[in-house]
């Protein structure tokens, strides 16, 4: 039996789609590879969100090129789409997928029964994205907008449920566009009579509506406390620049209000250090911004040009060695934010799953170190 192995960068959404891809492969007779060596067939599911991600992918993909075996290797995702024919020339032996669906079922049909090695299941309820932040070149390369319908989203929760994922985590480009609203998706999700819970990934703050809120309110068992709302700067200029729909003031007023009606959530944010044009004042604001509001973590990405998004055109750069400074700020930042959300969780008990032999994770998105975990959800002390 031939084997097959696959690297997958990036996103909540490529890790979803490459267990569809490692689905198909399975179903077409192919076994899965414990290491490169191993495998008659190599994919690359890959990220193009930053420089960084298209150079580890790269890296991989020459080092798999010189494997002894000369494996099929097929490169897919969003550095495929992104550039293409540049990496046909460049890699006139590897198979250049632009069209991942061909790799697993269509939109409407598409639905996983596991994850691989995961103790928590994603599950893809919407593609695209038609926001064209200026450093974001994911508007074109996922431009065309789609939902799962509420059925397939139901049956694919049931089916993960029951073999045994306990937390099901709703995933997509932008899910706040979700088709007919995130919410009462939501509201009919909590209601499937099996024990699980639902952790909502990454959704701007303007998507965060009361009905939303008052779902989390009221099925507290069901829905993790914990959204994670993209900031990327806190000072209104770049906020503009960026194409970025809201004020620093009105991102401000709701992340007090959610964590004035949730005692503890976790509300984790990105941002994004040396946008063009940064004054040292704006950062600083940035900072400010930060540790006056009750985030409990932060994802912190360097600004790099991305070709073909229009902030790769803006003038008045910072210069690399300011952007590591900057960022080593805010990695100090986030190192004292999540202390502080440690500290004010002790003794506290939260519910929890298994991530790991030795490791669970809490509803407000805590990890701790437990020796031999229960399945299922279960209560944990801090």
């Not at 059925?151 to 709703?170: D, H, P, R, T, W």
């Not at 060695?321 to 004010?344: C, G, V, W």
């Amino acid at each position: 039996m031939k084997k097959f192995y696959i690297y997958s960068f990036g996103c909540k959404v490529n890790r979803y789609e490459t267990e569809l891809i490692s689905q198909k492969f399975k179903s077409g007779d192919y076994a899965i590879a414990d290491t490169p060596q191993e495998a008659d067939t190599i994919i690359f599911n890959s990220c193009s969100v930053t420089n960084n991600a298209d150079k580890e992918c790269l890296y991989l993909l020459r080092k798999s090129l010189k494997l002894p075996q000369k494996p099929q290797i097929i490169l897919t995702g969003c550095l495929a789409i992104n550039k293409s024919q540049a990496l046909k020339a460049l890699f006139p032996n590897i198979e250049i997928v632009s069209d991942k669906k061909s790799l697993y079922l269509q939109p409407d049909n598409q639905s996983i029964i596991s994850f691989e090695n995961r103790s928590r299941a994603f599950i893809k309820i919407q593609d695209g994205c038609n926001s064209f932040c200026s450093y974001c070149i994911i508007p074109y390369i996922r431009n065309q907008m789609w939902s799962k319908q509420p059925k397939a989203v139901f049956n694919e929760i049931e089916n993960l449920v029951q073999n045994g994922y306990s937390e099901i985590v709703l995933t997509g480009i932008h899910i706040g566009k979700y088709d007919g609203g995130l919410a009462p998706l939501i509201e009919k999700i909590v209601k499937i009579p099996l024990d699980f819970r639902i952790r909502i990934s990454s959704i701007e703050i303007n998507e965060i509506n009361d009905s939303l809120l008052s779902l989390m309110r009221d099925y507290e068992n069901k829905i993790c406390s914990h959204l994670h709302i993209p900031l990327q700067s806190g000072s209104d200029g770049i906020l503009k620049l960026m194409n970025r729909q809201y004020t620093s003031a009105a991102f401000e007023t709701k992340i007090q209000k959610i964590a004035s009606m949730f005692k503890n959530i976790a509300i984790t944010t990105d941002i994004i250090s040396g946008f063009p044009s940064e004054t040292p004042a704006q950062h600083q604001g940035t900072c400010n911004f930060i540790k006056r509001n009750p985030f409990s973590r932060l994802h912190i990405f360097r600004y790099s040009d991305r070709s073909g998004a229009k902030a790769s055109n803006l003038k008045n750069k910072v210069p690399p060695q300011e952007i590591k400074s900057r960022s080593k700020e805010l990695l100090e930042i986030d190192a004292a934010k999540r202390k502080d959300f440690l500290t004010a969780n002790a003794g506290s008990t939260r519910k929890a799953v298994s991530i790991a032999q030795t490791q669970s994770l809490t509803d407000n998105y805590i990890t701790l170190q437990t020796q031999s975990p229960p399945k299922g959800i279960f209560d944990i002390k801090i």
